[in-house]
């Protein structure tokens, strides 16, 4: 099993450029996140899904979209990036059933705008 | 809303116990995770606590009191391999969210 796998691994975009980044996972799980990580902040939730179909927002979902047209992918789109979204960006999955909500992270995306 | 506090650093010597706090404010409560990350790593789980009391995985516990909004993570025998950040996240209001504490940097020194 590959776990959650997350592409690209890096990306320099200038402002006003758009790109997507794509997320998938081999477990089967229903839930997946889109977090950022910033120096000294932590992880802060953007969007998530609770299954194929659907997506909510998180914490810090502006300037961006998302779609789970199928369980395995999460997508996250940035339609016109702007240099406060430079940032680590990590997809999450869980099975989202039992108590513990597990969280298993892809190796993140450091995106760089200029 | 929803806030944690942690502190910002630990340093510890191989071989001795370290507590890592982690104070909250939430509206509506379900849990208390933690999390590991190395430097250019990915977060990896470690614990979820939803009850009072002491969770033991290993040289890992952790320990949650809701009453005072409360938790810690204990890493006993401490190794080098340990120097990482550590979160903790709590589950509010909303069951399908985490909300993330700003991270703990633990340096092991020999």
């Known amino acids: 099993n590959a776990g959650v796998t997350q592409t690209p691994k890096f990306r320099v975009l200038k402002t006003g450029q758009s790109m997507t980044l794509l997320c998938a996972q081999d477990?089967?799980?229903?839930?997946m996140y889109w977090y950022r990580q910033d120096p000294g902040m932590g992880l802060r939730l953007i969007h998530y899904?609770?299954?194929?179909?659907?997506?909510a927002k998180g914490e810090v979902p502006d300037g961006y979209n998302v779609s789970r047209l199928k369980k395995q992918n999460f997508l996250l789109g940035l339609e016109s990036a702007a240099p406060s979204q430079t940032s680590v960006y990590f997809c999450?999955?869980?099975?989202?059933?039992?108590?513990?909500?597990?969280?298993?992270f892809g190796p993140g995306t450091r995106l760089t705008v200029l | 809303g929803q806030s944690l506090e942690q502190p910002s650093e630990v340093t510890a010597v191989e071989g001795a116990i370290v507590q890592i706090n982690c104070t909250y404010q939430?509206?509506?409560?379900?849990?208390l995770s933690w999390y590991q990350q190395h430097d250019g790593g990915a977060p990896t789980f470690l614990s979820y606590?939803?009850?009072?009391g002491l969770e033991e995985t290993g040289r890992f516990s952790s320990f949650l009191s809701r009453s005072d909004s409360y938790g810690y993570l204990l890493l006993q025998e401490l190794q080098m391999k340990d120097s990482a950040s550590y979160f903790c996240?709590?589950?509010?209001?909303?069951?399908?969210?985490?909300?993330f504490g700003s991270g703990t940097k633990l340096n092991v020194k020999p």
């Open positions: 999450a999955s869980s099975y989202g059933q039992g108590t513990d909500n597990e969280q298993f």
């Open positions: 477990m089967n799980h229903e839930y």
């Open positions: 899904s609770v299954g194929e179909g659907t997506t």
């Open positions: 939430t509206s509506g409560f379900y849990g």
């Open positions: 606590n939803a009850l009072d």
């Open positions: 996240a709590v589950r509010g209001y909303n069951f399908n969210k985490f909300y």
